[in-house]
């Protein structure tokens, strides 16, 4: 493996329009790689893992909308950046986990560059932003010589940075549900520090009759291959008002669901040690407790 700052010679190639970028994804299928903001790609050019093509998105037109309706929802383009998301109003308060999960993602500069898209797209099973898309629901919509096709982000992590996406599609935006009246989202994570990579993050999305949970959507990142939802909690939620016992099996519960490893970031028993606690306090928080 290749371990330089220097970045190993590629083609770069700069599409008009979306269907340029999808013609020559098309064409070119696994010996390219799309680029948004670049943190992620960029990085992997110099480590050894870049393609021989780069499709950059940067100059295709009105890609970096973030655009709130109270039917339709929220639809994030595929160049708009972690920071645009995070000085979006509607999403501050309609979606509080995704605010979170962009406006605490890395530095300024790459919160600049970066994209949501391009984290959703990154399949990383620490991505901050797909735990909390994960939590509330949404769709990516795909772009390719076929047409335009949408998965759900329930279906769209396949295995370890394996993604529904096909080599010659194209994400171009993601779309998340209108939330509900009732309905409470949040995300928290934990880091060895302020810039570094989640080790464990959480995010939870409660749809309330009262204080009665209707139904529940949690999710949990960097405990498995992908970023999961946890089912059994899920199911001990639903139709329970959220009582200490109810959070004490959801702590217990939490561990028999995933599947953490020892890595730089930490080690499986620490992750299995404190997934519990931080699905019952992200619990609680999106409760406002
Ligand atoms: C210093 C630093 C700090 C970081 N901190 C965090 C963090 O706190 N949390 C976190 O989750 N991540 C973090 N990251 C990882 C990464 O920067 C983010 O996930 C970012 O959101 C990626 O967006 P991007 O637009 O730069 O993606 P790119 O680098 O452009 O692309 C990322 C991947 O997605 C694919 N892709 C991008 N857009 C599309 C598209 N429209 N269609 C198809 N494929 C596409 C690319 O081919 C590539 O595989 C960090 C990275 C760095 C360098």
Do not use: H
């Amino acid at each position: 493996m290749a371990s330089s700052r220097i970045l190993p010679e590629f083609e770069l190639l700069i599409p008009q329009s979306i269907k340029e970028a999808v013609d020559l994804l098309g064409k070119l299928k696994n010996k390219a790689s799309v680029m948004a903001g670049g943190t992620d790609v960029v990085i992997s050019c110099t480590k050894g893992f870049g393609s021989p093509n780069v499709i950059s998105l940067a100059e295709i037109p009105a890609l970096d909308y973030v655009e709130y309706d109270s039917k339709s929802g929220l639809r994030i383009g595929a160049m708009a950046t972690l920071q645009q998301v995070a000085d979006n109003a509607d999403v501050q308060k309609r979606y509080p986990a995704l605010w979170k999960s962009a406006a605490i993602n890395g530095t300024p500069q790459t919160r600049n560059m970066g994209t949501v898209v391009g984290n959703i797209m990154r399949a990383s099973p620490s991505g901050d932003c797909i735990c909390a898309i994960l939590a509330i629901g949404g769709k990516v919509v795909l772009r390719g010589s076929k047409g335009k096709r949408e998965v759900s982000i329930d279906d769209f992590y396949i295995k370890y940075r394996e993604t529904a996406c096909k080599s010659d599609e194209l994400a171009v935006e993601i779309k998340i549900p209108a939330p509900a009246a009732g309905s409470c989202n949040a995300f928290a994570r934990m880091t060895r520090t302020t810039l570094d990579l989640s080790k464990v993050n959480v995010a939870v999305r409660l749809d309330m009759s009262g204080k009665t949970v209707k139904e529940a959507r949690v999710a949990i990142g960097a405990v498995a291959p992908t970023t999961i939802r946890l089912k059994k909690v899920e199911a001990l939620l639903k139709g329970k008002q959220i009582t200490d016992d109810v959070l004490q099996k959801i702590v217990e519960t939490v561990p028999t669901e995933i599947k953490p490893i020892d890595d730089v970031r930490s080690t499986a028993e620490y992750r299995r040690d404190v997934a519990g606690i931080m699905v019952k306090r992200i619990i609680l928080e999106a409760l406002g407790k």
